[in-house]
């Protein structure tokens, strides 16, 4: 079964896979959803319903209370002190709360077991 969002676009509608998305963040009631490509859409659900949404693929991460990452997009990461760097494969970092930091470990660990 293919897990993905099928997002309004003008007046047409367009499928996102979800190996295509880097990461989702809260942007008030909005979601930004990141590509692949580089291309960042704005979903006027929040962050909440289309967490569940994709809640199915077991490849995405709430690493805070306004982002949700790919887990297969994750180039690497880094303990700085007490916080934990995530970075990603577009570049961009995410910085995982303290109270997530050990399911995020478990997490990468298990989708990388996986593949």
């Known amino acids: 079964m293919m897990h993905g969002l ?7 509608k367009l499928w996102i896979a979800s190996d295509e ?6 942007v008030r009631n909005y ?6 490509n580089g291309k960042k859409f704005l979903f006027s659900r929040t962050l909440k319903i289309v967490a569940q949404r994709l809640a199915a693929s077991e490849q ?3 690493v805070s209370r306004g ?3 790919n887990l297969s997009q ?3 990461f880094c303990q700085i002190d007490f916080s934990l760097e995530i970075h990603l ?6 910085v995982v709360s303290r109270r997530r930091q050990m399911d995020f470990l478990t997490a990468f660990a298990k989708v990388n077991k996986a593949s």
């Open 89 to 94: 494969s577009n570049g961009e970092v995410e």
């Open 74 to 76: 994750v180039s690497h």
């Open 67 to 69: 982002s949700f990452i």
């Open 21 to 26: 998305i880097v990461a989702l963040r809260s």
């Open 31 to 36: 979601t930004e959803i990141i590509h692949t």
């Open 6 to 12: 099928l997002i309004p676009i003008h007046a047409n």
């Open 60 to 62: 995405f991460f709430r």
